[in-house]
């Protein structure tokens, strides 16, 4: 096949794909998105009743908070990222991936360090920065897999039949190449011996480190690839091309830019000086505008198919997912002002602003591409197409219960925190008795984690039973509507 | 030099510096939207936006 500019494909042409590794990339998504939403629900069980911690060194809060964080977004975000970076780049540049072997180090080498960070953060054992836990000999293995990735994908995009990059393809390098260096220069430690090493900063310089890279953990780990995913599989479940292209590389190159600088946002009111807090307040705040530019690019791709929306559990997904993004990205720059971050930092409102980011936007964007994929790799219709409509609802309400219950604590804490009496002495002066009136809060917290997690597993059975299922037959065109 | 006077000094050029990448940053920022919104590019942007489409295959 010869170069061209955007390189069509006629129908019927096999550029021979490798869908094997999206197939195992698939497999271990679903797999450990259990693992890690099973560990979420467990640790909101024991902050709203603590015997669930057993009295175990291995099983308290505080070795399995870190393990869940780790298990969502590294295990399950990492694995559908890589799940789609696969599927659609091979597609998007019209031929196979660089190297079938590293594609499979790749893989294997991600689970190997997934397994390591669940045995190694229950024994306790980790360097205490907040998404970069890990041990240093993980990170050295880390580093090694990325490069690896790094390698294939960039030896992808040198060999491709085509001369434009697809904007999603814009939003994927952003992230190989962001992460590769926040991993570094976050991690870079001087080892006393295999399972203990000494940061190379120290005090504020350790806290601006860490917080470049934990918001930008964010910015590029869980923002711009599934942005990137969003502009392949919501036009493709659609069948209609992004509203708007232009947009979508204004909004790439303005939406890397300014969320490099937004870090400090989680250093307000700290020793950081005056001006570094408020450059972060500033980019914070500028960034609501790249970031509803997409979610506008996402909605307004579906002009003329919201009739479908009504029936189609995977654009459901994914407007509800294009939703919360836009719910988590002007909640995000509100609580950068720094007096409204007076009143959320350290209550149950980040933990919910977390997880409406978390929950609808990362999960449901995932799920959407999932049902997608399961459908169009495997060839086969849905084992359970009303099963996908409930597992939608279940989780959609789960998010909704979770946020507003951790909002509804986290300005209860807030105000009680800070509130005076007439003498002006605080006026709850007992910490712990602010603490025992959350339970109820947490209660939902847990009942809104727990449907949906239940949604999970419906889904899992479902895409077992379909992948066992028999194959769709050549004639018959990909159902759009599945239910 | 007086320790006061030299914070100000160094805030008057961090002001400097912050005021030269604003208008370098906003310089960038028009001429990028400026060329994506050219009439000229319009036919090709628009066919970018449908690659997820051309590529024939099945999934
Ligand atoms: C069944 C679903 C889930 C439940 C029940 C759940 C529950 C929890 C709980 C109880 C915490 C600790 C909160 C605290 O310390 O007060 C937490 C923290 C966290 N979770 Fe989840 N979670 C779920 C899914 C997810 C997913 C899918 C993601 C990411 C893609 C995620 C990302 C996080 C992060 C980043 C934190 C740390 C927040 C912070 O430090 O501010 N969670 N989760
Ligand atoms: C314009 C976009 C956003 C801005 C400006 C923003 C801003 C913030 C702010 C101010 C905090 C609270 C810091 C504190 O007081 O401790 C925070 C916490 C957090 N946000 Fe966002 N946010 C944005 C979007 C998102 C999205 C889309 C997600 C998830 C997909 C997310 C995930 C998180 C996480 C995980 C934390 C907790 C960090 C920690 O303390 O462990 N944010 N964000």
Partial sequence: MEKTTTGTVAAGTDVGYDLDIVKMFFTATVVWALVGMLVGVIIALQLAWWPANLGLPWTTFGRLRPLHTNAVIFAFGGNVVFTGIYHSTQRLLRTRMFSDTLSRVHFWGWQSIIVLAAVTLPLGMTQSKEYAELIWPIDVLITVVWVVFGVNFFGTLARRKVQHLYVAIWFYMSFVITIAVLHIVNSLAVPATWFRSYPVYSGLTDALVQWWYGHNAVGFFLTTPFLGLMYYYLPRAAERPVYSYRLSIIHFWALVFLYIWAGPHHLLYSALPDWAQTLGMVFSVMLIAPSWGGMLNGLLTLRGAWDRVRTDPILKFMVVAVSFYGMSTFEGPMMSIRAVNGLAHYTNWVIGHVHSGALGWVGMISFGMLYWMVQNIWKRPLAHPTWASHHFWLATIGIVLYTVSMWAAGLMEGLQWRALNDAGQLANPIFVDITARLNPFLWIRLLGGAMYLTGAVMMAVNFWQTIRGPERPAAEPVPVAAD | ?59
């Fill in chain 2, 1 to 59: 030099m007086n320790p006061l006077l030299r914070e100000a000094a160094a805030s008057v050029q961090l002001g400097w510096v912050l005021g030269a990448m604003t208008v370098v940053f906003l310089a960038v920022f028009l001429g990028w939207v400026f060329w994506a919104y050219r009439p000229k590019h319009r036919a090709m942007m628009e066919e970018i936006g449908r690659m997820p489409f051309m590529d024939g295959g099945d999934a």
